[in-house]
């Protein structure tokens, strides 16, 4: 059998620009709202077409609290609420979104345009929780001015890591989303070499250091099991004004346990006594937990 068509911003490399909505729905009828998510495929390759802009991408996620109310078909195994965590003043909050709507293109007005266009067929239906608008910053570095992405899945990989391979919900993947706010003066107090032991590769070649401290972010994210390392797909972007900014991450995964597990060893220290000492320097702000399931399921919603 083949493989169900997956949305298409999971896969897709990312676009200088992305647009990153959180939504709640309303109370009453969900059947207008399910015609807007079955549609949206639609929508995104018609205004992809229309504007001559093939890198138009888009991807809808659903949560646990509303998604039998909103589907009416069976939750997909393992998709339950964002669990917080906390460790001292380590704090990786959950807060309430129904929906995510995620959109990036090489263009902005086109993923506005977009977003207009979904939220106006939602109507009021559906409202924002939470906008953010991400850009790509000198090439593919975070605020921080590190490189990241370096080692995220290519190619054919991407899909391998992503997606769900069989069972009702294939094609799909468990997304896990984080706004980071930064405190980029106190990062940029840090000597290089301090910056660097703290994210575990060089600043400016973008290559992982030897010897590394074990609170160094890619040693907490970096976890073997069975021989393997687990793998997420990050979307993350950065995003923000003067006054505050930071990291928009985004991941899709076959299964929502390895963000969880890399989440775990960037917040606990109960594990090796040792956190992410990138923490330091930036704090979730929002999380939540989405399963987005693929083009062909959400057509056949109506
Ligand atoms: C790698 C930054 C949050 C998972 C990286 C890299 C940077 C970075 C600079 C190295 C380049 C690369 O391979 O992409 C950040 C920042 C974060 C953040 C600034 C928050 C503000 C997270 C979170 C997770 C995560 C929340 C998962 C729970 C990963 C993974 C890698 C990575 C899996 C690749 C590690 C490897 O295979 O070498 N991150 N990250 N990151 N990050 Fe993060």
């Known amino acids: 059998m083949t493989m169900p068509q997956p949305q298409s911003a999971i896969c897709a490399e990312g676009g200088a620009f992305g647009l990153f909505l959180t939504l709640f729905l309303a109370d009453g009828d969900t059947t207008p709202v399910r015609r807007v998510l079955a549609a949206l495929p639609h929508m995104t390759e018609a205004l992809a077409a229309q504007t001559g802009e093939p890198s138009l991408v888009s991807s809808a996620a659903i949560g646990a609290a509303c998604w039998t109310r909103l589907t009416g078909r069976e939750c997909p195994d393992g998709l339950i609420p964002f669990a917080p965590l906390s460790d001292g003043t380590r704090k990786a909050p959950a807060t309430p979104a129904d929906l995510f709507l995620h959109i990036h293109s090489a263009r ?53 890591v992503a997606l769900v391979k069989d069972g009702p919900h294939a094609g799909g993947s468990f997304v896990s989303l984080q706004r980071y706010v930064h405190d980029l003066p106190r990062w940029e107090g840090l000597s290089l070499s301090d910056q660097e032991a703290a994210v575990g590769r060089t600043k400016e070649s973008d290559e992982e250091m030897e010897a590394k401290p074990p609170s160094a972010h890619i040693a907490r994210v970096v976890i073997e099991e069975d021989g393997a390392e687990l793998e997420v797909l990050r979307h993350s972007m950065p995003y923000g004004t003067t006054s505050e900014n930071g990291l928009y991450f985004v991941a899709y995964c076959a299964s929502p346990e390895p963000f969880r597990k890399m989440l775990e060893r960037m917040v606990l220290s109960s594990g090796d006594g040792h956190h992410d000492r990138l923490l330091d320097f930036t704090r979730p702000v929002t999380g939540a937990a989405f399963f987005a399931p693929s083009a062909d399921w959400l057509r056949a919603l109506v």
């Open 108 to 160: 902005h007005d086109l993923n506005l345009m977009l977003a207009c266009r979904v939220m106006g067929a939602f109507g009021p239906r559906v409202r924002v929780v939470e906008e953010v608008m991400g850009f790509k910053h000198l090439g593919n570095r975070d605020l921080t001015g590190f490189v990241d992405g370096t080692e995220n899945p290519e190619g054919q990989e991407r899909a391998e």
